[in-house]
């Protein structure tokens, strides 16, 4: 219940975001869901209670399901690759200059975190965003401020945690609820593994979900598979309490952004004064954020 609520929630933030490097992510991660569930007991003897026609009628549905949705995300990728040619290009720099520190220096990189001063001496200046700090790319930005040492290190890290994963599920009893929770932990990972191709995720919220999960792979665990959960009314009402608290921050954060959304439709329609006015309504939703000062300022420059 849990896994089908959170790909409805995955879903709606996708179709409002329509992250690139999420469709990626579950692109790997729901195909290595799907997989693995085929192995449960449960599967074939479900299968085999079905008829011919039932069967053929689950696959063509399936089919149906999968392609629509691919047609769709097709049509939109096309659609807005225009929108995100700038992005596309700052992302790119950033791999072509990871590549150069990496040959400049490939035994132990320019420094652990040192990857936004060290990107100043090597990307196109025609490209330059200086907020960005990261490689936008897991592995390229290892390699760029640890070096080939840093590269085989995580290396090693991510085929221990496989085999750890690989270890864990297959001691798990079969269709168990153990080994459900192990199956969909690692399809997680794996689709986190991907999106790092494209990302360079440094927030809490992202971070912190993961090392749970690795966590929850590498230790040591009963020899009883069979323990009973013990239902624990508080730790849930902890839990909603902190979600509901974050959800009023973002909501908060959200409707400023909303603001400065409104201000750049108004300056592509030519209406200023409705421009500085959203911008002020944003700075004054968030003021803690300073692209929304830069932003004032810069409409402030064109009315000069």
């Given at each position: ?25 579950l ?7 799907l ?25 063509a549905?399936?089919q ?15 659609s ?44 196109n ?45 297959k ?29 360079t ?33 508080w ?70």
């Amino acid at each position: 219940i849990g896994l089908v609520l959170w790909l409805l929630a995955a879903a709606l933030v996708l179709y409002f975001s329509f992250s690139r490097g999420c469709i990626l992510a579950l692109a790997v991660s729901l195909p290595l869901l799907l997989m693995g569930a085929t192995q449960s007991p449960q599967v074939p003897q479900s299968w085999s209670a079905l008829t011919g026609r039932t069967r053929r009628a689950l696959l063509a549905s399936t089919q149906i399901l999968g392609l629509v949705p691919l047609a769709a995300a097709g049509y939109f990728v096309v659609s807005r690759m225009g929108e995100r040619t700038s992005g596309d290009a700052v992302r790119q720099d950033l791999w072509r200059s990871s590549f150069a520190m990496l040959k400049d220096h490939p035994v132990a990189g320019v420094g652990a975190g040192a990857f936004g001063f060290a990107v100043r001496q090597v990307r196109n200046p025609y490209l330059a965003r200086d907020q960005i700090a990261t490689a936008h790319n897991l592995y390229l930005n290892v390699g760029a401020e640890m070096g080939i040492f840093g590269l085989i290190a995580g290396g090693w890290l991510l085929l221990a945690l496989v085999l750890a994963w690989w270890r864990r599920w297959k001691a798990c009893p079969p269709g168990s609820t153990s080994w459900w929770r192990v199956l969909g932990v690692g399809a997680a990972l794996a689709g986190l593994a991907a999106q790092m191709m494209v990302e360079t995720f440094t927030e809490p919220a992202v971070l912190l979900p993961a090392a749970f999960f690795v966590a929850f792979l590498a230790a040591p665990w009963p020899r009883e598979w069979q323990l009973k959960a013990q239902n624990r009314r508080w730790l849930w009402v902890v839990a909603l309490l902190f979600l509901a608290f974050g959800t009023i921050g973002k909501a908060w954060d959200t409707w400023a952004y909303v603001q400065f959304r409104q201000s750049l439709t108004a300056i592509q329609q030519r209406d200023e004064d409705e421009a500085f006015a959203a911008a002020e309504r944003a700075r004054g939703q968030d003021p803690w954020l300073p692209l929304y000062d830069c932003h004032s300022a810069y409409l402030s420059g064109l009315d000069a």
